[in-house]
């Protein structure tokens, strides 16, 4: 597991930012691809979310948290303006993006999954997702991903544990059918 | 390993699953992202800015002993540096009358009092039994000032028997009308036929006090005496400039009240005022009466007697620098917590109204963000 605390009271150098952007592009773009459910949305906010992070890369502060934690928590708060502003755009425009039930799946997630996992993915909540994103997928531990979703470890147990059988319950479901 | 990092075991196969898949960035955001961290600013140095350095915690955790030192601090300068100017003279002069005097007291009573022209030590300070010469040629008052001053003696004199008592009672009575004052209270007790007491409580005009003392010093043997002079220049100019205020305010209000511009119900509030204006003036009249009187006559206790054996010293031992700078520490400091204690009282609802609005903002944030996420697919 990540190790995604600094050692307290060490005080290392700032890496550069190119370093950072290139050990943790991955991560981030993997966390909101969860997040969003949304390969185009997802690259989208990964650029937007390295422009933030560049602009305010002074402001970042290792003894405080590690990078891939900054870069997550700057994720997460793109990312839920992104759905703000959708859902305002929703409501004013009267449109709900419901997907045909015959429409086929692609692979939104990744390449290697099988079409009951990728379905039992569409399935869940963003909030859902983005759990298993930050402790399957990232391997943040939990006091971290708690910190970073706003919520207590215990809180966080609960949801990742819930998500993982719901979606589990659908994956077999699917595979059933 | 805390229990909330383990991730149930019954989802391993589905965990090893997800971990299999490939979510990596493809290419072009790859480039995307470098062509944006080539204007990356560079590393922050490893000075930080000062309000960065300065967390709330550690701020606190430093701020708060710091204010208490420094309150601490100051209270006992304030101490230090209060406890050496009380002038000893005044102070003796003032303990003559009572028991135990505060600093504050002490010194409010030592700024206040006039220093007389240009007395002898020994003639501003308590004379102690033994000390003082038995004649009274040792016995003198400071001279008055030509400044309104409120002034009091208290003398024990010492005369050979219950004949003498009373004679001397008769002539210091008869002295004191004699220099234009009057007796205000005599008391006489004779406990047995050869010792007896007396004490008088005499008015003497200021301008005759230093005769009197003399006189009075002279019944027999001076074993003590203490002089009090508090200023009351400044009280009565006080009094003055506020009934020349009162009588031009009164003034204004009977010509507006004449001049019958105002209206019925400004013409009411004028004479209520008028009348409340009236009142003021009466008391301050009464109160200035009152100054003048003590200003121009002096108070002197003057106790006779027959009794050989040593008095008690009335004096209470005068406070030394330390004790002094401890009272006068310990005032600021009560001071301190009062106004401590007062911005609290004052603050405190409206800090605990700001965390209820923060929590409040931040519980209705967590749960619209929840709901969002729910809503979100």
């Not at chain 2, 072009?28 to 590393?43: F, S």
């Not at chain 2, 003498?164 to 004191?176: D, I, N, Q």
């Not at chain 2, 009588?247 to 105002?262: K, V």
Request: proline share 5%; charged share 25%; glycine share 6%.
């Amino acid at each position: 597991m990540t190790g995604s605390r600094p050692l307290g009271g060490a005080r290392e150098a700032t890496p550069s930012f190119a370093a950072v952007a290139e050990d943790h592009l991955d991560d981030v773009h993997a966390y909101l691809l969860y997040f969003t459910g949304d390969r185009s949305v997802a690259e989208d906010l990964t650029a937007e979310t390295f422009e933030r992070a560049c602009r305010r890369w002074r402001r970042f502060d290792p003894r405080r948290g590690s990078a891939k934690t900054w870069l997550c928590q700057l994720a997460r708060s793109t990312a839920l303006d992104h759905f703000r502003t959708e859902q305002r755009r929703r409501r004013r425009e009267g449109v709900y993006a419901l997907r045909e039930p015959g429409e086929a799946v692609e692979a939104a997630f990744s390449e290697g999954f099988s079409p009951a996992l990728e379905e039992g993915l569409r399935s869940l909540s963003a909030g859902e997702r983005e759990v298993i994103a930050l402790r399957v997928i990232l391997e943040l531990d939990g006091e971290t991903a708690a910190h970073l979703l706003g919520i207590s470890p215990t809180a966080c147990s609960t949801r990742l544990s819930r998500a993982l059988q719901k979606l589990e319950t659908k994956v077999r479901a699917d595979a059933v059918a | 390993m805390p229990s909330h990092n383990k991730i149930d075991e019954r989802f391993s196969d589905l965990v090893r699953e997800l971990r299999s898949g490939n979510a990596d960035a493809p290419d072009a955001l790859r480039e995307r992202v470098r062509a944006i961290a080539a204007q990356a600013p560079p590393p922050r140095p490893v000075r930080q800015p000062l309000g960065e350095r300065f967390r709330l915690r550690r701020a606190v955790l430093i701020l708060v002993p710091a204010c208490v030192v420094a309150a601490a601090s100051a209270a006992m300068l304030h101490g230090l540096t209060s406890s050496g100017s009380a002038p000893v003279v005044a102070d003796k002069a003032v303990v003559g009358y009572g028991g135990p005097v505060t600093m504050q007291a002490l010194k409010a009573r030592a700024r206040d009092a006039a220093t007389p022209p240009a007395p002898a030590s020994g003639v501003f300070g308590a004379k102690t039994p033994g000390v003082a010469g038995s004649s009274s040629e040792s016995a003198a008052a400071p001279p008055p000032s030509a400044r309104y001053q409120d002034y009091r003696v208290t003398m024990r004199v010492r005369v050979t028997g219950l004949d003498s008592l009373s004679k001397s009672v008769v002539k210091a009575m008869r002295v004191t009308r004699a220099l234009g004052g009057y007796v205000a209270n005599v008391s006489y007790s004779s406990p047995n036929v050869r010792h007896g007491d007396a004490v008088l409580l005499l008015r003497v005009p200021i301008a005759n006090v230093q005769k009197a003392v003399l006189t009075y010093a002279g019944l027999g043997a001076l074993v003590a005496q203490h002089f009090t002079v508090v200023d009351l220049q400044k009280r009565y100019d006080a009094e003055v400039e506020q009934l020349g205020k009162l009588r031009f305010q009164i003034a204004r209000f009977r010509s507006q009240i004449e001049n019958g511009e105002l209206s019925d119900v400004e013409k009411a509030h004028t004479q209520e005022q008028l009348e409340y204006a009236r009142l003021r003036l009466l008391r301050l009249q009464a109160e200035k009466r009152t100054t003048l009187n003590h200003a121009r006559l002096s108070t002197v206790r003057l106790s006779l007697t027959t009794f050989h054996k040593k008095q008690k010293e009335i004096i209470p031992a005068v406070p030394s620098r330390f004790d002094r700078m401890i009272d006068d520490a310990g005032g600021v400091l009560g001071t301190e917590a009062i106004w401590f204690a007062y911005a609290l009282l004052v603050a405190g609802p409206f800090a605990l109204l700001a965390l209820l609005l923060l929590a409040a903002e931040r519980s209705r944030r967590r749960r619209s963000e929840r709901r969002l996420l729910a809503a979100t697919g």
